[in-house]
């Protein structure tokens, strides 16, 4: 089945360590995007990607860093910068960046920083 | 920038009843996208439902339908015959229908949380 793969579900980490979430898609799709979860709060969109080799930040970019090395692969690393970091994190692709096209989402990553 | 406001946080229906969603947004575009998003306990954003600004007819699908009103800027979503699976966390996003860069992402709102009593 094609899909959006994020892991792992749950993930701890120490505050000032660095951290990279996981996602993977199989649906042949260009465009991927990583969002952030808070409580009471909506998505807010972190960084996206609409070809290989290419990405640019969102809203909230800072203490984050992604690759895109891979069409179906677009990981995100959570520095020590990140002065929040406990969060719920979804990635999400579309077929192109055109707005016709619907965002898929993966089923996210909850990470907890102590 | 464009802005998604859901003014209600929780709301409640009982079974096989109706209930509407509230959301209004905030553009100076005139041509974008507006969804429904569905997030149930697993935290999976399902698509519930997409209107393109440029329809007059309102989408629908199957029990899932909306009330897009362009001049106020408000887009609602209505569930009939509810049942206990709908459950979740809905949130309303814009999408600019000019897609370069930064356009192609998706604007949410902050989200109501529905529960459905049997």
């Known amino acids: 089945d094609g899909g959006i793969t994020q892991s792992p579900k749950y993930l701890f980490r120490k505050e000032g360590q660095n951290v990279t979430l996981s996602c993977e898609q199989n649906?042949?799709?260009?465009?991927m995007y990583w969002y952030r979860q808070d409580p009471g709060q909506g998505l807010r969109l972190i960084y996206y990607?609409?070809?290989?080799?290419?990405?640019q930040k969102g809203d909230i970019a800072e203490g984050y860093s992604v690759s895109r090395e891979k069409k179906e692969s677009f990981p995100l690393t959570v520095t020590s910068a990140q002065k929040n970091p406990t969060a719920f994190y979804l990635c999400?692709?579309?077929?192109?960046?055109?707005?016709?096209?619907?965002?898929?989402f993966g089923p996210g990553t909850r990470l907890t920083v102590t | 920038a464009q802005t998604v406001t859901q003014s209600q946080p929780e709301m409640s229906v009982q079974e096989a009843e109706t209930v509407t969603l509230s959301c209004t947004y905030d553009?100076?575009?005139?041509?974008?996208?507006l969804f429904w998003y569905k997030q149930p306990p697993s935290r999976q954003m399902i698509l519930v439902i997409r209107?393109?600004?440029?329809?007059?007819q309102n989408a629908t699908e199957n029990r899932f339908s909306v009330n897009f009103q362009k001049a106020a800027k408000s887009f609602s979503l209505k569930i009939s015959d509810s049942q206990l699976g709908d459950a979740a966390m809905y949130f309303c996003?814009?999408?600019?229908?000019?897609?370069?860069?930064?356009?192609?992402?998706?604007?949410f709102g902050k989200g109501i949380t529905l529960s459905v009593r049997p």
């Open positions: 209107q393109e600004a440029y329809k007059q």
């Open positions: 999400a692709s579309s077929i192109a960046a055109r707005s016709s096209y619907e965002q898929y």
């Open positions: 553009t100076s575009e005139s041509d974008y996208y």
């Open positions: 990607s609409q070809i290989v080799n290419d990405f």
């Open positions: 649906l042949n799709h260009d465009a």
């Open positions: 996003a814009y999408r600019s229908r000019v897609h370069t860069g930064a356009n192609s992402k998706l604007t």
